[in-house]
């Protein structure tokens, strides 16, 4: 059962099938495990949250979610994006307030989809860059939400937002820049 399997699921579940969800998680699970590592391998070593945990608290927020009308795999995986990173940055907060100025986990945008130089920056900084753009950009830091938290191809992307493959491209290119200048100045402007 592939991507179709997934969506149907997702529907059956929308539709009030609760033993929907009971097919679905054996399905999505390992893809879910396997952003989540993607995720956490770019960590500092000293930090506690591990894989497993942010699956298993990921998900748990994901089958309490009683506003969303599933459609598809890919709206899923954005969600599941989403509820990740906040549940990431939850952590890297209470790490960072337990120990004043450290428990920071460090991630490379470029990995994503090569900016060209590779800039290591903090879960928090992220966050607080991504807010930034989402003030004047929004669907631009959904394009990167979707893209790099989630692991959403440019067609999936365009396929959960209802917009061109052309108009993805771009807004990640615009995005993905502008992150790694506003990122790359603070950095520098810290360093001085």
């Not at 669907?139 to 396929?159: K, P, S």
């Amino acid at each position: 059962m592939a991507e179709e399997g997934i969506t149907q699921l997702l529907l059956q579940w929308s539709g009030g099938d609760r033993t929907a969800l009971d097919r679905l998680l054996p399905l999505v699970y390992s893809e879910l495990r396997r952003l989540a590592q993607s995720y956490l391998r770019r960590r500092q070593p000293n930090l506690s949250l591990e894989p497993t945990l942010l699956v298993h608290e990921a998900y748990l927020k994901l089958v309490n979610q009683e506003q969303v009308s599933w459609q598809n795999r890919a709206q899923f995986f954005g969600l599941s994006a989403k509820i990740m990173r906040d549940l990431m940055v939850d952590h890297a907060r209470h790490a960072r307030a337990a120990k004043r100025g450290g428990g920071n986990y460090s991630l490379s945008l470029s990995e994503a989809d090569r900016v060209g130089q590779s800039l290591n920056l903090d879960l928090l900084a992220l966050n607080e860059a991504m807010e930034e753009l989402a003030s004047f950009k929004p669907r631009h830091c959904q394009i990167v939400e979707l893209r790099f938290f989630g692991g959403l191809t440019i067609e999936e992307t365009a396929e959960v937002l209802a917009i061109s493959h052309a108009t993805v491209e771009r807004d990640w290119n615009f995005a993905r820049t502008w992150l790694y200048r506003h990122l790359k100045s603070i950095s520098d402007s810290e360093q001085n």
